[in-house]
């Protein structure tokens, strides 16, 4: 985690949970009006997938995520004069697309379980996965195309700009898996595309709604695509070394995973003893037979000498590096100084959170 | 077939072969143009589901299709009285989302081959079948929206509502395959859904793109949504009494597919011995584990049965009151008298068609 900073001050000014949380209530009721629209079963299967019920179609009190996506669209809206209510048909349109990338890509990659519950096509078979993966992906648009403005028709653009990426790094993160290294250029090409690409779309579409100008959409798309890249080197982070009481994954999740995270392919690249006998050690786990029955402590090691390489000071580093990048990008876009406070905490929160 | 009627006098007067091969010419270009902006390898695997490569990427003569719907979108700008290269984003548009639900449909239903050709989850794999699939999808709206208009605009929310009844018609279909009885309404509906939606969308978006109000994009809607039932009810009889050498499909292709279309949901609901029997039979098979050895002469008494209960007159009844149905519409235009013809013709064409 990135040591204290600037960033621990400026977090008692602005108070997030009350942001996020700005956001979360004007989105919830027009995700939930949107999803309601999808045809049986296509509707229960959506309502599954957004934890609103459980798999034999009981309500649940779902924990709706952290909701960074809806909290920076509504904020967004404010940089263009506009009352923050005008970001929610972009909150809930890159919601959609979103949870469209969450059902197709758990499908592909064969994952079996999402925030502790059973996947959308473990539970009610592909075809419906595919299908109300397709169905949220065309939701997105109506909500987002329904007002009929200019503006709509220009945030739709950006968001299929977004959605391009998202789709891009899904083909790369593929591809990845399918070979023994992998740049750091290349893992941070993927995870711009994967999660960088639709942050700045939730950054710029409150604004693009609201009337903003092309350059200040463009700058704050640069301030959420870093902010996303800051979000994922994090995520990197408590991918292995997370608390698993605080974010729900498994010990050492993504190395049980085999996934080629920021601070695995920084420590592979980084050279030196640790490193070559990190590639060594992973080199072999991708052939054995015996990986599924490997102990806490063979994770342990592999995460040591991740450690010991480099790989995990290198990625806080560049989660730090990322959300200077990020912030600086505010700086070149004219906003009322408490919306930029907003913006700046958000970003805070990003790289200090434990889940 | 409809016997002789004012169509077959029609037809001379506009050339079919032309209208369509000026929606092929000019909307080719700019789809291959499009498909090539994915990156690999998703551009390979668009461009062996649209038959211009083979498994092993070379290229080939693709036949292209019967490219109605391309045709209808380039006809449909002359509405507006705008060039019919006004109506070519829409065009390429409407076939991008045409065969993002090809890819998805074939895998979720298990099709291995389409046009001759293994489809793209039996030589790509699943995975890519989806992320093509999206891709598709996604640059559906990039190709609709880049020109920035107004227009784009509206034609995109028209594309959004075709889309959302395509899949609410894949849907139907999925849950239809599970019961043993479809009424003919559930399967009109159905039909509209899965063909009806993306013709309408196809006989309006230039219009759309050339100016037209929605008044005008709507009646040219009501006509492409029963041109589709029209098509559909042809492709219907010829899935059961077409000619193998003229459809590429195999002799009574939907029996094999157990397909419960217009002729057979037709002759169960007409009641009488027939009906009777053809019903006990197909309840039999449902069940018969011996299906997929069944003879010539099996299917050919099934499809006996069908026309004897009615359901061969019915379907071909069904097909010629759509047809009226939708040029009757055209009257509800102002387009000058030769754009009429052109639409009248392709109607006709559709109709007649003995593929």
Redesign the interface.
């Known amino acids: 985690m990135p040591p204290a900073s600037p960033a621990d001050a400026r977090r008692t000014a602005v108070d997030v949970a009350a942001l996020l949380e700005r956001g979360r209530t004007l989105a919830t009721p027009v995700l939930r009006e949107a999803a309601g629209r999808l ?1 049986p ?2 509707d229960t299967v959506a309502a599954y997938h957004f934890g609103w019920i459980d798999a034999h179609g009981n309500p649940t009190e779902g924990d709706g995520g952290k909701a960074v996506r809806p909290a920076l669209a509504v904020l967004s809206a404010e940089v263009a004069g506009a009352d923050p209510k005008t970001g929610v048909p972009g909150a809930v349109a890159v919601e959609l697309v979103h949870n ?1 990338s969450l059902l ?1 890509d758990d ?2 990659d064969g994952d079996e379980q999402r925030r502790h519950r059973d996947t959308v096509w473990k539970v009610h078979g ?2 419906q996965a ?2 109300v ?3 949220l ?3 997105a ?2 909500v987002l ?2 007002s ?1 403005t ?1 503006g ?3 945030a ?2 950006r968001l ?2 977004a ?2 990426a998202l ?2 790094g ?3 993160d ?2 990845y898996e399918h070979r023994d290294r992998v740049s750091v250029e290349e893992c941070l090409e993927m995870e711009g595309n994967k999660t960088g690409a639709l942050l700045a779309c939730a950054s710029s579409v409150g604004a693009v709604l609201g009337g903003a100008g092309e350059k200040d959409a463009d700058t704050l798309e640069r301030y959420g695509y870093h902010l996303g890249l800051a979000f994922q080197a994090v995520d990197d982070l408590l991918g292995i070394w997370g608390d698993p009481v605080a974010t729900g994954k498994q010990t050492w999740s993504d190395l049980r995973q085999r996934k080629k995270s920021l601070p695995v392919v920084a420590a592979l690249a980084a050279g030196g003893s640790a490193s070559e006998r990190l590639g060594e050690l992973l080199a072999a786990d991708a052939k054995s037979t015996d990986f599924a029955n490997f102990s806490e402590e063979e994770f342990a090691a592999r995460a040591a000498l991740i450690e010991e390489a480099g790989g995990r000071e290198w990625t806080a580093a560049e989660a730090r590096r990322q959300h200077t990048i990020a912030i600086e990008a505010l700086g070149d876009v004219d906003m009322p100084e408490q919306v930029r406070e907003k913006f700046t905490a958000l970003a805070d929160f990003v790289v200090v959170r434990k889940r």
């Open positions: 045809a079963p296509m469209f197709h499908l592909m592909p075809a595919i299908l993966g397709d169905a992906f065309a939701l648009y109506e195309l329904e009929g200019a709509a028709g220009r739709a653009r299929t700009a959605t391009r789709i891009d899904q083909a790369q593929i591809s």
